[in-house]
């Protein structure tokens, strides 16, 4: 299957910084790649996601670049706050199917 | 609206018993997903449905797995003789459509445990 490799696995950052997160995959022919948040005990949360024919896409405080030709995507949040400490995952698709990866845990310093 | 629910919240139950895991999806939506999930890892994709049919079921890990979605929309994963390494949790996610892709949402997941 996809192999998708996720870094770095742990994030600290100062409150109102920001985190990037990147994300590279191995199938050229994947096409959707989503950010999922997941707070401890509950569900994976879909918070942004892009499709290859777009480069970059923005929502508040998130955003979410693409580089097809290298593979490899990246989140960005901006201006941290604490309710952002979180794991997230990357996830990538050319179907119905969803290949994650492993996780980076965030944590945001007050 | 109401998002993917899943029941139980937890499961513990003892090696070689037999355990049920259900899952409600999103209202209309038509496709469902079933994804296992290991302590500090990411979602590993179990199975697919399209409606009430198992159109991909690739990611079962062997045939102590069975799921069901007999009317297309409530699901059931199976699990029989249940082992210590089928502990995790078990998600749910569902889409508007399927065939394709579309944002897949998650439930809150079955945490089970087998001692």
């Known amino acids: 299957g996809e192999n998708v490799e996720q870094h770095p696995s742990t994030l600290s950052v100062q409150e109102g910084d920001s985190a990037v997160i990147k994300c590279t995959y191995s199938d050229s022919a994947s096409n959707y790649f989503p950010w999922y948040k997941q707070e401890l005990g509950k569900g994976p949360q879909l918070i942004i996601d892009?499709?290859?024919?777009?480069g970059e896409k923005k929502d508040q405080r998130i955003a979410v670049t693409l580089n097809k030709t290298a593979k490899h995507f990246s989140l960005h949040i901006t201006e941290t706050q604490p309710e952002d400490s979180a794991v997230y995952f990357c996830?990538?698709?050319?179907?119905?199917?969803?290949?994650f990866g492993a996780g980076t845990t965030v944590t945001v310093r007050a | 609206g109401a998002g993917v629910s899943q029941t139980p919240s937890n499961k513990v139950t003892e090696k070689g018993k037999y355990v049920e895991l259900r899952c409600d999806p999103i209202?209309?939506?038509?496709?469902l997903y079933w994804y296992r999930q290991s302590l500090g890892q990411g979602p590993e994709f179990l199975i697919y449905f399209q409606g009430t049919g198992a159109a991909d079921d690739s990611g079962l890990p062997n045939d102590r797995f069975f799921a069901v979605r007999p009317e297309g929309s409530v699901s059931t994963l199976k699990i029989q003789r249940t082992e210590r390494g089928d502990s995790a949790v078990y998600l749910c996610?569902?889409?508007?459509?399927?065939?394709?892709?579309?944002?897949?949402?998650f439930g809150p997941g079955t945490r089970l445990t087998v001692t």
């Open positions: 209202s209309g939506h038509t496709a």
């Open positions: 996610a569902s889409s508007s459509h399927g065939g394709g892709v579309y944002e897949q949402y």
């Open positions: 892009i499709r290859s024919n777009v």
């Open positions: 996830a990538v698709s050319n179907d119905y199917k969803l290949s």
